[in-house]
């Protein structure tokens, strides 16, 4: 039995690429129909993450043209992650896969061929993995690169040059229902997940129009989501600092000691000076690494909902 695929694409405030690219993901849905591969009722999906732009408005004549494209829109704006999530667990219910996209052209669309190919092998999760970085800036690819170094060596296991790209079935999509948590990180999830997975890889194009929605700021924000989200490794480095400074006071006091002793005692503004101002800036760093645990704590016992679906057009009754 041919598969009926849900292509989810989240788009914030993207009416400026919409025009280009979403008639590009028609005709492969289409390609793939005509081949055999996917089922006649396969949709192109995309999810409005509360966009301030025209972008609803041209999603809404999208899905009015045809009904091969559907949407749903989000109350407001709550992030990629939470948009994807949204929109998979939308898809769920109609799909038996979905593959998650960034609406602006950077994926491949020739990838999704292979993927789908990847599913009737018998992979539940396939993974889209950029085979090079030379459309990005230098700032970005480094970024990238020490990002991985970092998430590893804070032990979260993700895979390295994949983003947002993947295609999940849906008991794929069941099983990740279940993590509720409102601290999102796909990528660190996913390969928790477990069943059988594989790899397509792509070269990622630039963005065809707009401008993108990770700058530094953001980036870094995911990064310490991503670590926060998954791995206790930075309190227990803190504990560790807490025994090296405690070591190395303890070392000092037995200095200090005989050095009152033996009669030598100077005015050691200095040393004190710097020692006091080492001290209260590792104490400051940990209670702040700590904090973000306790804020993760926080947000996660209020159970809010991750998202609110406010408006559907052309989604098939469940
Ligand atoms: N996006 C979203 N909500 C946001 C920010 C971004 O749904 O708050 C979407 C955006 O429209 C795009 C995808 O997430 O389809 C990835 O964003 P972007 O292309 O700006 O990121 P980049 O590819 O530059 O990392
Ligand atoms: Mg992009």
Not at 46 to 63: A, E, P
Not at 134 to 148: E, H, L
């Amino acid at each position: 039995m041919t598969p009926v695929l849900y292509l989810v694409i989240p788009c914030y405030n993207e009416e400026q690429v919409l025009p280009l690219t979403s008639g590009k993901f028609k005709a492969k849905l289409d390609e793939l129909v005509s081949a055999g591969k996917i089922a006649g009722n396969s949709r192109v999906m995309f999810v409005n993450d509360g966009s301030k732009d025209t972008t609803w408005d041209i999603l809404t004549s999208l899905c009015e043209e045809d009904e091969r494209y559907a949407a749903i829109s989000l109350s407001r704006n709550r992030g990629h992650q939470n948009a994807l999530v949204a929109g998979l667990m939308e898809a769920k219910k109609h799909a038996d896969i979905t593959i998650s996209m960034d609406c602006d052209g950077q994926d491949d669309i020739n990838a999704i061929g292979q993927m789908v190919d990847e599913y009737a092998k018998g992979n539940e999760i396939v993974y889209g993995v950029r085979n090079d970085r030379s459309t990005d800036s230098w700032f970005k690819r480094s970024s990238a690169r020490s990002y991985y170094r970092f998430l590893k060596g804070m032990g979260v296991d993700i895979i390295p040059d994949h983003a947002d790209y993947r295609l999940m079935s849906a008991r794929v999509l069941d099983a990740l229902e279940g993590y509720g948590e409102v601290n999102l990180f796909l990528r660190g999830i996913i390969p928790q997940l477990g069943f059988k997975q594989s790899v397509v890889y792509y070269s990622r194009a630039e963005r065809e129009a707009g401008k993108t929605h990770y700058p530094l700021s953001k980036m870094i924000a995911l990064a310490i989501d991503g670590v926060t989200s998954f791995s206790v490794r930075p309190l227990r480095i803190i504990t560790l600092l807490g025994l090296i400074v405690a070591f190395l006071s303890f070392i000092g006091i037995i200095y200090v000691l005989v050095s009152f002793i033996s009669g030598y005692v100077v005015d050691g503004w200095a040393s004190t000076t710097c020692i006091l101002c080492f001290v209260s800036g590792i104490q400051m760093i940990s209670l702040g690494v700590i904090g973000e645990y306790i804020g993760k704590i926080y947000l996660e016992t209020k159970q809010r909902p991750r998202y609110i679906v406010s408006e559907k057009k052309n989604i098939p009754e469940e």
